[in-house]
C-alpha cells in the first residue's frame, strides 16, 4: 500500500516555475514507478512525466519537453516535478501517482492546483 501527498502548487505568472513534490508512505516505494499527471477543466486527465523505480528511465509528454524535469528520491520517499518556463495551458490540477509490478498507476494522490497567469 502507497499513500501519495502533492504539495506545491500554486499561482505562477507565465515563464515562471514551480516545483511540485510528492511525498509518500510505504516501506516499497522505491519498488514503484512513479508518474505526474494533470488535469485541465474539461479536459482528460493527461500523463505529463514519468520515471521508473531505478531512475534510469524517464519520459514526457510533447508538451512539456525541455521545460518540465521529473526526479525522484528513493531515500526520501519523495519524487518531484521541476516545471520551469510555465504557460497558461499548464494550468491544471497535477497528481502523482505510483505503478507497481502491474505497470497500472493504482495509486493516487489528492491532486494540487497550479495555476499560470498571462
Known amino acids: 500500500q502507497v499513500q501519495l501527498v502533492e504539495s506545491g502548487g500554486g499561482l505562477v505568472q507565465a515563464g515562471g516555475s514551480l516545483r511540485l513534490s510528492c511525498a509518500a508512505s510505504?516501506?516499497?516505494?522505491?519498488?514503484?514507478?512513479m508518474g505526474w499527471f494533470r488535469q485541465a477543466p474539461g479536459k482528460e486527465r493527461e500523463l505529463v512525466a514519468r520515471i521508473t523505480w531505478s531512475r534510469i528511465s524517464t519520459s514526457y509528454a510533447d508538451s512539456v519537453k525541455g521545460r518540465f524535469t521529473i526526479s525522484r528520491d528513493n531515500a526520501k520517499n519523495t519524487v518531484y516535478l521541476q516545471m520551469n518556463s510555465l504557460k497558461p495551458e499548464d494550468t491544471a490540477v497535477y497528481y502523482c501517482?505510483?505503478?507497481?509490478?502491474?505497470?497500472?498507476?493504482?495509486?493516487w494522490g489528492q491532486g494540487t492546483q497550479v495555476t499560470v497567469s498571462s
Open positions: 510505504g516501506r516499497t516505494f522505491s519498488t514503484y514507478a
Open positions: 501517482a505510483a505503478a507497481g509490478p502491474s505497470r497500472v498507476y493504482e495509486y
